[in-house]
């Protein structure tokens, strides 16, 4: 089942619980820190089995700037 997560305290714990056990991508631990520490903030999506958070998706907004290009004359 897939279900929205939107209390930050739990949105860490399911990230830190799974990106903890996948030392191979996410072995260090100052990055990894920052990414469950920005996940609080993230429209978060776990997918649970028997009530245990076995994964989780998170969609960071970003917003860029593009200025219009010039006309050439």
């Known amino acids: 089942m897939i279900v929205e997560i939107t209390d930050?305290?739990?949105?860490?714990?399911?990230?830190?619980?799974?990106?903890?056990?996948?030392?191979?991508?996410?072995g260090i631990e100052e990055i990894r820190e920052e990414y469950i520490s920005g996940s609080a903030d993230w429209t978060f999506f776990a997918a649970k089995e028997n009530e245990k958070a076995v994964g989780f998706l998170c969609l960071k907004e970003v917003v860029q700037k593009h200025e219009k290009p010039k006309k050439k004359k």
Not at 9 to 26: G, H, M, S
């Open 8 to 26: 930050s305290k739990e949105k860490q714990a399911i990230a830190r619980k799974i990106l903890e056990a996948l030392t191979d991508w996410f």
